[in-house]
């Protein structure tokens, strides 16, 4: 199956390996993100997709393996590491704070100041730009507290967050496990719109029908090996599925003579 | 082009826009001040009514002040560590151990008195430190860490006194604090200086940032909150500036206290660090979400150090208060229903016990109500048990509020 040849990948993975004691959880993993394309990462529960991204996020160390960032090799120690290649990750739980408002959710850790104090009149102008940019219509004010806000909201909040940074790979892991049908839609056209503003997104799923509406490509693990990534108009749902049930479908996957780590 | 979405519209409605914003917000369980602020009101109306003529003499004005500030002092340090959801149980005896570390070494081992200010802060300090590493390096809860600390500083306090001993307290700058006042002339210009600083201050901040089209308040909620300062501030300014010795002739007691001016410094200074630093934004988010701080790159450990550091050295500077007001230190200095009536004025002024919400000016609101109730009450009945009891309810009532509002804006 010829992968993408034409352009670089922003962040290409290759032999990525990690355990947990005697667990290994990633058994040589590969994969390829593109600028301007949203990836779709999908695979059962228990994968290994968290634990993927939380090594590309730098939340702790992948053990071998390689880490390539704009074509070159990378360590990344911790999470500041990270958002400072320009990887900025939207966490399943948004961790946001309840108790501040918009802007400081969207600044928090990385303040803007004027010597000590708090540059609250450019982080708030900021914050208004980055969300007129997302187009978004929903907030009433960016002062609101974030506590007031629906799933919807908060789920834009930290999207934008994410986007504030001029960042160029976002990660959004479930970002619609727990929306309803016009929010979903409204955070699957967000995610559109960041690849189309040429933005490399990485997108963790379990519902089909978001992953074939928006992914430009897909990469399926199966009990810690890449199954495969494919372009999404390549495959069909019903390949999609059984490449995440099987870790195959037909010539695509993990060939049965080599992949007996099933069990 | 959707900027006006965005943009803040509290300027909408003026001051009835603004009152309708603040009815939403009460109503979305965020109560704030509003609970102290009608506290404060209705015990002064009924201990005036049974009680006026002690009640609401000058003398007595000036009295709940000075018994107020050790309370508020406390409770500003508390709410650092209230804001994380953390609790400081030994605050009363860190306070006490400061004072008598103040006393030894200033009375008995004639220490000049920077000295010796430096040696009680610092011991706070240590205090603090001591605590914040073993809350947040080893990860014991705050209430079983400064339990602990509250029978061994006990103890700590005796050692240093030696048992049943009292340590006389002769200096004059100290003694000053809490029984001198500034001359009636002086306590005119604090109050003009005060007035017109925060009408400059907050004035000049929302000219600009009407112009700059930046989230502001209504120009006449400003207007409001200058009058009520200057009609408040006046008032005590007034009533603190009235004679209020029982034999004038021999010597004229009147003018502000010279506590008043401390507490207005550790207000705004206080306020400014948790309001308009990063580090303060960093404890508002360490208490409201401790993950989300710490993927953020907020380090959680650091800030929990700080907050009970800053917390042990404020029960320092109560420490200072109150061997200023008994003018010796003895081992009960800062024991007895001292802590619970700071961690009460920090809630009743409307800090949660849950964390993420609170002011420096809670203290203040919540330590005038707690100083109101233990001054009135006495004045009312003469037996212990009651007093306690009503002082217990209070504190009560006050953490019943903080819960009930907490479920309102979770639910
Ligand atoms: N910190 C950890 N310690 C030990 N085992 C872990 C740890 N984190 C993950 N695992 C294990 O690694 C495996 C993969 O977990 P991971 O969270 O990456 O799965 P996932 O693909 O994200 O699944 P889901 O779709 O349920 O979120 C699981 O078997 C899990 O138990
Ligand atoms: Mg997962």
Same mark, same amino acid.
């Given at each position: 199956?010829?992968?993408?040849? $034409?352009?670089?990948?922003?962040?290409?993975?290759?032999? /990525?390996? $990690?355990?947990?004691?005697?667990?290994?959880?990633?058994?040589?993993?590969?994969?390829?993100?593109?600028?301007?394309?949203?990836?779709?990462?999908?695979?059962?529960?228990?994968?290994?997709?968290?634990?993927?991204?939380?090594?590309?996020?730098? /939340?702790?160390?992948?053990?071998?393996?390689?880490?390539?960032?704009?074509?070159?090799?990378?360590?990344?120690? *911790?999470?500041?590491?990270?958002?400072?290649?320009? /990887?900025?990750?939207?966490?399943?739980?948004?961790? +946001?704070?309840?108790? =501040? *408002?918009?802007?400081?959710?969207?600044?928090?850790?990385?303040?803007?100041?004027?010597? =000590?104090?708090?540059?609250?009149?450019?982080?708030?102008?900021?914050?208004?730009?980055?969300?007129?940019?997302?187009?978004?219509?929903?907030?009433?004010?960016?002062?609101?507290?974030?506590?007031? +806000?629906?799933?919807?909201?908060?789920?834009?909040?930290?999207?934008?967050?994410?986007?504030?940074?001029?960042?160029?790979?976002?990660? =959004?892991?479930?970002?619609?496990?727990?929306?309803?049908?016009?929010?979903?839609?409204?955070? +699957?056209? =967000?995610?559109?719109?960041?690849?189309?503003?040429?933005?490399?997104?990485?997108?963790?799923?379990?519902?089909?029908?978001?992953?074939?509406?928006?992914? *430009?490509? /897909?990469?399926?693990?199966?009990?810690?090996?890449?199954?495969?990534?494919?372009?999404?108009?390549?495959?069909?749902?019903?390949?999609?599925?059984? +490449?995440?049930?099987?870790?195959?479908?037909?010539?695509?996957?993990?060939?049965?003579?080599?992949?007996?780590?099933?069990? | 082009?959707?900027?006006?979405? %965005?943009?803040?519209?509290?300027?909408?409605?003026?001051?009835?826009?603004?009152?309708?914003?603040?009815?939403?917000?009460?109503?979305?369980?965020?109560?704030?001040?509003?609970?102290?602020?009608?506290?404060?009101?209705?015990?002064?109306?009924?201990? &005036?009514?049974?009680?006026?003529?002690?009640?609401?003499?000058?003398?007595?004005?000036?009295?709940?002040?000075?018994?107020?500030?050790?309370?508020?002092?406390?409770?500003?340090?508390?709410?650092?560590?209230?804001?994380?959801?953390?609790?400081?149980?030994?605050?009363?005896?860190?306070?006490?151990?400061?004072?008598?570390?103040?006393?030894?070494?200033? %009375?008995?081992?004639?220490?000049?008195?920077?000295?010796?200010?430096?040696?009680?802060?610092?011991?706070?300090?240590?205090?603090?430190?001591?605590?914040?590493?073993?809350?947040?390096?080893?990860?014991?809860?705050?209430?079983?860490?400064?339990?602990?600390?509250?029978?061994?500083?006990?103890?700590?306090?005796?050692?240093? #006194?030696?048992?049943?001993?009292?340590?006389?307290?002769?200096?004059?700058?100290?003694?000053?604090?809490?029984?001198?006042?500034?001359?009636?002339?002086?306590?005119?210009?604090?109050?003009?200086?005060?007035?017109?600083?925060?009408?400059?201050?907050?004035?000049?901040?929302?000219?600009?940032?009407?112009?700059?089209? !930046? &989230?502001?308040?209504?120009?006449?909620?400003?207007?409001?909150?200058?009058?009520?300062?200057?009609?408040?501030?006046?008032?005590?300014?007034? !009533?603190?500036?009235?004679?209020?010795?029982?034999?004038?002739? #021999?010597?004229?007691?009147?003018?502000?206290?010279?506590?008043?001016?401390?507490?207005?410094?550790?207000?705004?200074?206080?306020?400014?660090?948790?309001?308009?630093?990063?580090?303060?934004?960093?404890?508002?988010?360490?208490?409201?979400?401790?993950?989300?701080?710490?993927?953020?790159?907020?380090?959680?450990?650091?800030?929990?150090?700080?907050?009970?550091?800053?917390?042990? %050295?404020?029960?320092?500077?109560?420490?200072?208060?109150?061997?200023?007001?008994?003018?010796?230190?003895?081992?009960?200095?800062?024991?007895?229903?001292?802590?619970?009536?700071?961690?009460?004025?920090?809630?009743?002024?409307? %800090?949660?016990?849950?964390?993420?919400?609170?002011?420096?000016?809670?203290?203040?609101?919540?330590?005038?109500?707690?100083?109101?109730?233990?001054?009135?009450?006495?004045?009312?009945?003469?037996?212990?048990?009651?007093?306690?009891?009503?002082?217990?309810?209070?504190?009560?009532?006050?953490?019943?509020?903080?819960?009930?509002?907490?479920?309102?804006?979770?639910?």
């Amino acid at each position: 199956m010829p992968q993408e040849s $034409k352009a670089n990948p922003l962040l290409s993975l290759r032999g /990525i390996r $990690k355990s947990f004691g005697a667990v290994e959880v990633l058994r040589g993993v590969d994969l390829n993100v593109y600028s301007g394309k949203v990836t779709a990462l999908v695979g059962d529960n228990g994968a290994g997709k968290s634990t993927l991204i939380k090594g590309i996020a730098g /939340i702790y160390p992948f053990d071998g393996g390689d880490y390539v960032f704009e074509g070159e090799s990378v360590q990344i120690s *911790d999470p500041r590491a990270a958002n400072d290649l320009g /990887i900025e990750v939207v966490y399943q739980d948004l961790a +946001l704070c309840d108790n =501040l *408002d918009v802007v400081h959710n969207m600044f928090l850790g990385r303040e803007e100041k004027r010597g =000590l104090i708090l540059n609250e009149d450019d982080m708030e102008r900021r914050a208004r730009e980055t969300l007129d940019g997302l187009s978004v219509r929903t907030l009433k004010s960016v002062r609101q507290q974030v506590s007031s +806000l629906s799933g919807g909201q908060r789920q834009t909040v930290a999207i934008a967050r994410a986007v504030l940074w001029n960042s160029k790979l976002v990660i =959004l892991d479930e970002p619609t496990a727990a929306l309803g049908v016009a929010q979903t839609a409204q955070v +699957l056209s =967000l995610v559109r719109r960041l690849a189309d503003a040429g933005l490399a997104v990485i997108l963790i799923s379990h519902n089909m029908v978001d992953v074939m509406e928006v992914a *430009d490509n /897909i990469a399926a693990l199966y009990l810690g090996q890449m199954a495969a990534q494919v372009e999404a108009s390549d495959v069909s749902h019903g390949e999609v599925v059984e +490449l995440i049930t099987a870790g195959r479908s037909g010539e695509l996957g993990i060939q049965p003579k080599n992949g007996e780590g099933a069990a | 082009m959707s900027t006006q979405d %965005t943009a803040a519209s509290t300027t909408s409605g003026g001051l009835r826009g603004a009152f309708s914003d603040y009815v939403d917000r009460i109503r979305g369980g965020n109560l704030g001040s509003l609970p102290a602020v009608l506290g404060l009101v209705v015990l002064v109306v009924l201990f &005036t009514v049974l009680e006026g003529q002690t009640f609401f003499s000058a003398f007595n004005f000036a009295n709940l002040m000075s018994q107020a500030a050790m309370i508020i002092v406390l409770a500003m340090g508390l709410v650092f560590v209230l804001l994380l959801g953390e609790i400081d149980l030994s605050a009363g005896f860190a306070a006490g151990t400061s004072a008598a570390i103040l006393g030894v070494t200033l %009375t008995q081992n004639g220490w000049p008195l920077i000295l010796s200010l430096i040696a009680c802060l610092g011991t706070g300090l240590a205090i603090g430190l001591f605590i914040g590493l073993l809350v947040a390096r080893l990860g014991i809860p705050s209430f079983v860490v400064t339990l602990a600390m509250f029978l061994a500083l006990q103890g700590l306090m005796l050692l240093i #006194i030696g048992e049943g001993g009292t340590i006389g307290i002769e200096d004059e700058f100290v003694i000053a604090v809490q029984n001198r006042n500034l001359t009636p002339i002086a306590g005119w210009i604090l109050f003009l200086v005060v007035l017109v600083g925060y009408a400059l201050f907050s004035g000049l901040r929302l000219r600009r940032r009407i112009a700059e089209n !930046l &989230t502001h308040e209504a120009v006449s909620v400003w207007i409001f909150k200058v009058a009520t300062l200057a009609v408040l501030g006046g008032i005590g300014t007034f !009533l603190l500036n009235q004679e209020r010795s029982r034999r004038p002739d #021999i010597t004229s007691i009147q003018g502000v206290p010279y506590i008043i001016p401390l507490i207005l410094i550790l207000l705004i200074g206080l306020t400014f660090v948790l309001a308009r630093t990063g580090f303060g934004r960093h404890i508002y988010a360490v208490g409201g979400n401790a993950e989300a701080a710490r993927r953020a790159g907020i380090s959680v450990s650091r800030i929990k150090i700080a907050c009970f550091m800053i917390c042990s %050295t404020l029960a320092a500077v109560a420490g200072i208060l109150f061997a200023s007001r008994d003018n010796s230190i003895s081992p009960t200095t800062g024991g007895s229903t001292t802590l619970l009536f700071a961690v009460g004025a920090a809630v009743i002024g409307g %800090t949660s016990l849950f964390g993420g919400r609170g002011k420096i000016s809670d203290a203040v609101l919540g330590g005038l109500v707690v100083g109101v109730i233990a001054n009135g009450l006495p004045l009312i009945t003469s037996q212990a048990g009651i007093q306690f009891i009503v002082t217990g309810l209070v504190l009560l009532v006050a953490a019943s509020v903080d819960a009930l509002s907490r479920k309102k804006s979770t639910t």
